[in-house]
């Protein structure tokens, strides 16, 4: 991938490619002082090893025997059984295309990396987040490039008691992107569309929205942690038809990792891009330029909002409207609170 | 198989199509079934010598479909089964003037027939699920109601929305015949001959860069279970008919033990056109459209109507896999092998190391 088509990538997707972190070359401290393994095994190492679901070290179905007691040889055999499976076809995917295993091995790893030990992230409010069946997250969308709903499913996966996966929806421009697309479907996300939010919530999954959308991700940073606006409340009506609780939270942190000083609307216009962002780093140092700043995350899932008793006004735009409102005030107070909690953006 | 004593079961049924594999293993199936008194086998074709075995309980008749209409009456036929549909241009029969003609003017000529025939009661259309188009905005699972997006670019799937939109037109015009329209998703099998067993079959397969399709099939033998209801039963409507679950296209390549081989996607749909103009590649945009946006159906309506649930892709992929062997480049035993004599390899290497001091 040359530098130009990896910023295109990284700089418009909501589903940002994590190599831009893997490769910085910056290798974060760890709590505990260990090395990562050299595979793409699953890693059950790290802070909060307890928080890796479905990881047991020991492969299920591995080809050779393994002998007993010797971590190495433990995680280097689950590594190559991983590779095995993965090279015979040997897993599932749901009828979104949503690769679980891929997802728990590869991705969230990497980012659990990013969230843990370059943005120092807290999150709190877990509580809200149902254990079981549906919910829909909703969130304000920050940061040029789209980290922060990558950061919320890592989170959200490994924090919650329930370990549950976040069902992303993204903005078409994110499908119509090739190895985007891809690895868009593969860790859980869908196209934002109303058929396929209300599938996902009606099989009981936790949906995650950011209605501001391109308008949220691609605003200036003076502008930063001010809520745009909210379209035009699919996700309220996606919500009351299926009677799901809205979970509004509000991400603080992610504004300043990319802070976007100016949009280049010419060139966004040649790529067919939505913006074309200038940051102190990017473009003038290159592939240099998309390591995002390690700002200090503040992640809030705020009370539920039940929706279960408006299941018939799901056409009537005002009450989506004044739902869709609720919502965003709920966000853009919570958003207030955290700041005041963060007073330096770059702070411990 | 069917449930027996169905006062919906038909006296005289014809199948169109009977010289094609699909449709002289559905004549042939209706035949065997004892409830169903004749079974007619129409075809403008020259009867195939290789069908011509399955085809011994069906009456045969050489006839465009065209002049179908005196039939219908002379016979006192009940039910139609259609099934002559060409899914991809011949260039040694006419290629896409030809494939056209077969699909939509045979199609309008055989609804016009049906219309004026007075006894008949039950109509099977075959479609299939390019009637939902392929676009980036589509949603990840298409339901009956799902409307395309987009018309498509492929012959086959422009020729599916003509199709169905003639058989909505004759549905308004004779409510009284049960029309059932079936949307099936690729057949696959270990018999079947079809433009993506062939691709599947090679040991390098051309995909799209940076594409990962979400892929259906659906297993020859539940088509034909399908078919066989719809006639012998009352199903009115239109249904999607795919082995639930999903495999992705790099899945199946892997599974199958072939090896992809990506194609830039840039001018892609061009180079796919001009081979076709040129009478040579077997692939057109319907197939482009198909390894970019993959295609994914919801079988819900099917398994409610019918009680019958047909196989999974997954398993309807693996029949096909047992059954074409040849041209496998990567095998799950080769594979397991070579991660024992890796995994072997590490623990001599580690022991050899801790030995010394």
């Not at chain 1, 279960?308 to 989506?320: E, K, M, N, R």
Request: proline share 8%; charged share 25%.
């Amino acid at each position: 991938m040359s530098g130009l088509d990896n910023g295109r990538a990284v700089a418009n997707g909501r589903y940002d490619v994590p190599l831009v972190v893997a490769g910085s070359g910056d290798e974060p401290a760890r709590r505990d002082g260990r090395h990562p393994a050299p595979e793409p095994a699953p890693d059950a190492q790290g802070g909060f090893g307890s928080a890796a679901p479905g990881q047991e070290p020991a492969p299920r179905d591995a080809a050779v025997p393994e002998r007993a007691g010797d971590v190495w040889d433990r995680r280097v055999a689950s590594g190559l059984a991983f590779l095995r499976r993965r090279l015979s076809g040997d897993y599932e995917v749901d009828e979104f295309g949503f690769d679980p295993e891929l997802t728990d091995a590869v991705v969230h790893p990497l980012l659990r990396l990013l969230y843990r030990d370059w943005f120092r992230t807290e999150v709190g409010g877990l509580e809200h987040v149902p254990a079981d069946g549906a919910g829909l997250i909703v969130g304000n969308h920050s940061g040029t490039v789209a980290l922060d709903a990558l950061v919320l499913s890592a989170v959200l996966h490994d924090r919650h008691p329930a370990h549950r996966y976040l069902r992303l929806l993204g903005a078409d421009l994110v499908f119509r992107m090739p190895v985007v697309s891809g690895i868009a479907r593969k860790t859980g996300g869908t196209v934002a569309c109303n058929p396929d939010a209300e599938r996902l919530l009606r099989s009981g999954e936790v949906v995650g929205v950011f209605p501001e959308g391109f308008k949220g991700v691609g605003k200036l940073y003076s502008e930063r942690y001010k809520l745009q606006r909210f379209g035009r409340g699919g996700f309220v009506s996606a919500a009351l038809r299926t009677g799901t609780p809205i979970v509004p939270v509000a991400i603080v942190g992610g504004e300043e990792i990319y802070p976007m000083l100016a949009d280049i609307k010419p060139l966004a216009r040649l790529l067919k891009l939505p913006y074309f962002p200038v940051t102190p780093t990017f473009p003038w140092l290159g592939p240099l330029g998309m390591v995002p700043l390690p700002s200090k995350w503040l992640i809030e899932f705020c009370p539920p909002i039940p929706t279960a008793h408006l299941t018939d006004s799901a056409d009537d735009p005002l009450v989506v409207f004044n739902l869709a409102d609720q919502v965003r005030e709920t966000i853009q107070q919570t958003l207030h609170r955290l700041l005041e909690r963060r007073p330096d953006p770059f702070g411990p | 198989m069917t449930p027996g004593g169905t006062p919906g079961a038909p006296g005289v049924v014809v199948v169109t199509g009977v010289n094609r594999y699909l449709g002289a293993h559905v004549a042939a199936r209706l035949a065997a079934d004892a409830r169903i008194e004749r079974v007619i086998g129409v075809d403008p074709a020259a009867p195939n010598p290789e069908l011509a075995g399955l085809l011994d309980g069906v009456e045969r008749v050489r006839l465009d479909l065209g002049s179908l209409g005196g039939l219908l009456v002379d016979l006192d036929v009940d039910t139609v089964v259609h099934l002559a549909l060409v899914t991809a241009p011949d260039p040694q029969q006419g290629g896409r003037s030809a494939m056209k003609e077969q699909n939509v003017i045979a199609t309008m000529q055989l609804l016009a027939a049906c219309q004026r025939a007075p006894g008949l009661r039950k109509l099977v259309v075959r479609s299939s699920t390019a009637a939902y188009g392929a676009s980036f905005r589509d949603p990840a699972v298409f339901t009956e109601e799902t409307e395309p997006r987009e018309v498509p670019r492929g012959g086959f799937g422009r020729d599916i929305l003509d199709i169905e939109g003639y058989v909505r037109g004759f549905r308004r015009r004779r409510p009284d015949v049960t029309a059932t329209v079936l949307r099936f998703a690729p057949f696959i099998g270990s018999t079947a001959d079809t433009t993506l067993t062939t691709y599947f079959s090679q040991p390098f397969v051309p995909t799209v860069f940076g594409r990962d399709p979400r892929l259906q099939f659906v297993h020859f033998d539940d088509a034909l279970e399908v078919l066989h209801r719809s006639v012998a039963e009352e199903h009115p409507g239109t249904f999607n008919v795919a082995g639930p679950g999903v495999l992705s296209l790099s899945q199946a390549i892997r599974r199958a033990g072939r090896v992809g081989v990506p194609v830039l996607e840039p001018g892609l749909s061009g180079a796919v056109a001009l081979a076709r103009n040129l009478g040579f590649g077997r692939y057109g945009l319907d197939q482009v459209d198909l390894f970019v946006h993959g295609r994914v159906v919801d079988t819900s309506a099917l398994e409610r109507e019918y009680g019958f649930t047909p196989r999974s892709t997954v398993a309807a992929f693996d029949d096909f896999i047992r059954a074409h062997q040849g041209g496998v480049v990567l095998t799950r035993e080769r594979l397991a092998a070579a991660e024992r004599a890796v995994l072997d390899g590490i623990r001599q290497v580690r022991a050899a190391v801790r030995e010394q001091p």
